[in-house]
């Protein structure tokens, strides 16, 4: 199993994971022809992609959705919850199937693990994909970790985790109020600090890879990001990835 990402953050997200001959991107924030130009520089066609999974309804991860299933005939699988807040987003789209965020199922030569996580939409997820030998777990677009979130990671291979922003960059912004209180609040964003304490709770015994993701442009950087997952995890700073918004990351196996 490899994953790759062909871009995280505020303006669009979209991961992929690639098994024998299934391709799943979770998540597509992008234009069909900003995608598409994304997949190609990771060497792909957008007829390789096997199905779009989606955590959840706002627009940077699911924007894209819609136009890509319904120009390449992608299949699409969200929750239940998702699906009735973009009623009428997928008209058109031949291959649309929901799930309950604790629904485990199978796409071709991977199995799906979605779990629930607090966030302000209906009903969020993200998602263990595992291959029969390694497991992916990819966690951004959370408020808090809980016991469940936690279980659900522990002992994955690779993990792809949110590192939205730092507690000081936040509070000295010149974000309004409001909105800091949302991106800080239980149902928000993981600041690094909360990123660092997932990783001490969890089994990382099997750790091969460990991105930061879903950053903030102006609310962290990647070296607060990865000097707090090191911090974590007692390795070298340069051992944490970082997920781009322009360009993601280049392909790992896992």
Not at 56 to 73: K, L, M, N, Q, T
Not at 195 to 218: G, Y
Request: aromatic share 8%.
């Amino acid at each position: 199993m490899r994953f790759a990402s062909i871009g995280s953050g505020s303006e669009g997200n979209a991961l992929l994971v690639i098994a024998g001959k299934t391709c799943v991107m979770i998540d597509c924030g992008f234009g069909v022809r900003d995608a598409v130009a994304r997949l190609s520089r990771h060497g792909l066609a957008p007829e390789d992609v096997t199905a779009i999974l989606v955590t959840h309804e706002h627009s940077d991860h699911i924007g894209g959705v819609p136009a890509f299933a319904a120009r390449y005939g992608t299949a699409v699988w969200a929750t239940f919850g998702t699906l009735t807040m973009a009623a009428g987003r997928f008209d058109g789209c031949e291959r649309i199937y929901g799930f309950d965020s604790h629904d485990r199922f199978g796409i071709g030569d991977l199995e799906i693990c979605p779990f629930p996580v607090p966030h302000d939409a209906r009903e969020p997820v993200q998602f263990v994909v595992a291959d029969g030998r390694s497991r992916l777990g990819v966690l951004t677009d959370i408020g808090e970790s809980t016991p469940y979130v936690e279980a659900s990671l522990s002992g994955c291979d690779a993990l792809v985790l949110e590192c939205n922003h730092d507690l000081d960059m936040l509070a000295g912004s010149a974000y309004p109020f409001t909105l800091k209180q949302r991106i800080a609040g239980r149902f928000g964003h993981l600041h690094n600090g909360a990123a660092a304490r997932i990783l001490e709770a969890i089994d990382t015994s099997r750790l091969k890879h460990v991105v930061a993701a879903h950053l903030s442009q102006q609310n962290n950087t990647p070296e607060r990001a990865s000097a707090a997952l090191a911090g974590a995890l007692s390795c070298a700073a340069e051992w944490i990835g970082i997920a781009d918004q322009a360009i993601g990351f280049a392909w790992r196996d896992c």
